[in-house]
């Protein structure tokens, strides 16, 4: 870490930065009068500018501790403070709420939250493993896909799934069903997993599906049955219809004609 002393607004210098390959934390001391972070802020983006915003940057000294309300309003992305004397942390020159907002405030870290500075900034280019043991089962419109969980060194995001070469959604998890498919068709699945830096894996073993045939519709039947008397005429009824999956409707007469007359 090399460290370069700013006081209030004077410019942090670039004749002391001794270059990107031996730097990785860039730190500078601001004092400016108390309860206003605005030189803070400016310190802060001039860090930023003289390292080509590629290396970390902090503020380890900043006279009295930061209120977090005005390094948001600052929009102070990082700032760095150390209390050093013991006055600032026991309730003398801080009342022990504000200690207690500050230190409970989601937007500062405390040091044990902090991680490995040395490689925060690196980008992440490691894709995640290929999924496994990706396999499917069948409806006469959808497929049910299931698979094994691919590695990353951050950790995945999500799933693409892919039918016959081409993106039909995504996933956080390790199953997805495809609808809207057609009945008695084959189809070809992939998956991918992605990670939050957008890494993408290669693709899985493809799977292959085949929807089923569905259910046909027969159609109904209608009986008729027709009768013929002297006495009563012509009559006819229809019988009960039989539809698809065995429904029944139940028969009702269809009229009735008289007996023809016979010249007397």
């Known amino acids: 870490m090399h460290r370069q002393e700013a006081a209030g607004l004077r410019s942090v210098d670039p004749a002391w ?14 004092y400016p009068t108390a309860g206003d972070h605005g030189p803070v802020a400016v310190t802060y983006d001039r860090e930023l500018t003289l390292t080509g915003d590629t290396k970390v940057a902090t503020l380890s000294e900043v006279g009295t501790i930061p209120d977090p309300d005005l390094l948001r309003a600052y929009q102070a992305d990082w700032s760095y403070f150390v209390a050093w004397a013991g006055s600032e942390q026991d309730g003398t020159s801080n009342s022990l709420d504000f200690l207690k907002r500050v230190y409970s405030d989601p937007y500062v870290v405390t040091l044990d939250e902090l991680g490995d500075f040395k490689h925060s900034g690196d980008p992440d280019t490691t894709a995640p493993t290929a999924p496994t043991g990706l396999a499917g089962t069948a409806t006469a419109s959808s497929a049910l896909l299931s698979w094994t969980a691919a590695t990353d060194d951050t950790g995945v995001t999500a799933y693409d799934v892919y039918r016959d070469g081409a993106k039909v959604g995504s996933t956080a998890g390790t199953a997805y069903t495809d609808t809207g498919l057609t009945a008695s068709t084959a189809y070809s699945y992939s998956v991918r997993a992605r990670d939050a830096a957008g890494n993408e894996s290669a693709a899985s073993a493809p799977a292959a599906v085949t929807t089923t045939a569905g259910t046909q519709n027969p159609g109904c039947t209608a009986n008729y049955t027709t009768t013929s008397a002297w006495g009563t005429g012509v009559r006819r009824r229809r019988g009960p219809t039989v539809c698809g999956a065995g429904r029944v409707r139940p028969g009702r007469p269809r009229g009735r004609r008289s007996a023809p007359r016979v010249p007397g």
């Open 17 to 30: 930065y001794p270059g990107a390959d031996v730097v990785d934390v860039v730190s500078a001391d601001s």
